[in-house]
């Protein structure tokens, strides 16, 4: 894992957008969720490469931090389970159900 570099203040670069995303919510339980209010939550997508630089995310709201902190706990219970070896209740079903919907707007 390679530590993030430049103004981005993220964690690390899991090389994988889903690991990254978890790692947003990673840490102990008394820090603050970097992913708190819209504004951060676009810059993150572009931070993490998953939309162009410099692309307008002018349709990222409240609604789409809450799915994409639904999206975290779902991913992040999927990868508990595997590593522990124990199943996850409804966590494949939801991150399914996430995808299917369109992205914001941009």
Do not use: I, Y
Request: proline fraction near 6%.
């Amino acid at each position: 894992m390679a530590t993030r570099k430049g103004s981005c203040d993220w964690r690390f670069d899991a090389g994988r957008l889903c690991l990254d995303l978890v790692a947003t919510g990673a840490g102990r339980a008394d820090a603050p969720d970097p992913l708190d209010r819209p504004e951060r939550l676009a810059h993150w997508l572009m931070a993490s490469g998953a939309v162009p630089q410099g692309t307008r995310l002018t349709a990222v709201d409240h609604h789409w931090l809450l799915l994409f902190r639904q999206l975290r706990t779902a991913v992040d219970r999927l990868l508990t389970a595997q590593l522990g070896g124990r199943g996850a209740e409804g966590a494949l079903e939801r991150v399914n159900a996430l995808a299917a919907g369109a992205p914001p707007g941009v």
